[in-house]
């Protein structure tokens, strides 16, 4: 996503005052939508060392292989900039180097699920009076509250995603496979404007298969009678979507069409109940206790939702005992779902965003069991 200028200083302020909020002394972070949020830069992570170093109120500091500077041209921030050639053993001096002229130490923060060993120990080894500590909250609390554009990005992306299955599902009929439909879908939403990568690969389970939430798409054939879920999403300008719907194929078992309805209604009072102040792990026990009460509780096996944004799971998590207060810019997904091994599945997922007054669905396609393929 193109940031403006702006929005990556302002970010990057925010920054420091969460810094000395946290008592961290500087943020370390290998390529990671993090990364990108702060700085606008976009890297892969690859077999060479990539880092950013930010500490309080210094330009912040750039370790890169050669072949990625002409990106660090026309930073619209201040920044110190080290890069190394194709000789590996040369690394640690230039990691020595650029942690020398900031003379790093004290309580480093971290991404825990994305600093790899390799810059761990180029970290460690040229900063051998730091401690590496999870940064995973501060970030957290940066990117949780999206701005206008963040949330018209998304809006996008679901305007993608749900054009791409209304363009799949007039070709879904029994015999065909689930990995037949995975591929349909792919190529739609690649029509209807995603990016190109997309936030994961196509969830497309039928009949038994529907009752694993994270299934992946198998050569078994669509049949009469099956259950079939859908899950999928799109990339747009950087941000995604994440959507599900669940369909029966040719007709619906009664005891299955029941179950659609309850968790129909468990989505609703989900939606309904998100809105400021009111905390993530309420939101699951509304959402949760409309399948309980009648007597499914068991078969929800997963938490109400997740966030989304660059990411498609990142804070806040909406599952029970969650404290963290919901907030106007806040999006996350509300997915309730009823599982029964060995027969099938339903589940209905949307994505909400946070308003003054309550929470607003980017997502609109209806929820109803729909028989297709007949």
């Not at 990106?71 to 921030?77: D, E, G, I, V």
């Not at 004290?106 to 730091?130: C, D, Q, S």
């Not at 206008?148 to 305007?159: L, N, P, R």
């Not at 993608?160 to 591929?183: F, K, N, W």
């Amino acid at each position: 996503m193109q940031f403006q200028a702006q929005s990556i200083l302002s970010r990057q302020s925010r920054l420091n005052h969460a810094l000395r909020q946290a008592g961290l002394h500087a943020l370390a972070l290998n390529p990671s939508p993090s990364l990108t949020y702060l700085t606008g830069l976009s890297f892969h992570l690859m077999e060479r060392p990539i880092v950013a170093i930010f500490t309080i109120d210094n330009p912040i500091l750039l370790v890169i292989p050669e072949l990625e500077a002409q990106k660090t041209a026309s930073l619209p921030f201040q920044a110190q900039v080290f890069c190394y050639g194709e000789e590996p053993a040369l690394w640690s001096s230039v990691f020595q180097q650029a942690i020398d002229v900031i003379h790093l130490t004290g309580f480093v923060g971290i991404e825990p699920t994305r600093l790899r060993y390799l810059e761990l120990k180029l970290i460690e080894n040229a900063a051998p009076n730091t401690q590496l500590i999870s940064a995973e909250e501060t970030l957290a609390g940066l990117r949780m509250r999206k701005e206008v554009d963040e949330i018209s990005a998304m809006a996008k992306a679901v305007q993608i995603a749900e054009s791409a299955l209304q363009q799949t599902l007039p070709i879904i009929c029994p015999g065909m496979s689930e990995r037949q439909l995975a591929a349909e879908l792919t190529q739609n939403l690649l029509r209807a404007g995603s990016d190109a990568e997309l936030p994961f690969a196509p969830i497309v389970s039928s009949g038994p298969n529907s009752a694993n939430p994270h299934a992946s798409p198998t050569d078994r054939p669509l049949s009469i009678g099956d259950m079939l879920v859908i899950d999928w999403g799109a990339y747009y300008d950087g941000y995604c979507s994440d959507l599900t719907r669940t369909f029966a194929i040719g007709s619906v078992d009664k005891e299955f069409d029941h179950i659609a309805c309850l968790v129909k209604a468990a989505n609703e009072a989900g939606r309904t109940a998100a809105a400021p102040g009111i905390t993530a792990g309420s939101v699951d026990e509304l959402t949760r206790s409309v399948i309980v009460d009648a007597g499914y509780g068991a078969f929800f096996t997963h938490r109400t939702g997740h966030g989304l944004g660059m990411e498609g799971h990142e804070a806040p998590y909406i599952r029970s005992g969650n404290p963290l207060e919901l907030a106007p810019g806040m999006t996350f997904t509300i997915e309730p779902g009823i599982y029964l091994p060995e027969r099938g599945g339903v589940r209905i997922e949307d994505d909400v965003v946070v308003t003054e007054s309550g929470a607003e669905s980017l997502s609109h396609l209806p929820r109803e069991l729909k028989v297709i393929g007949s």
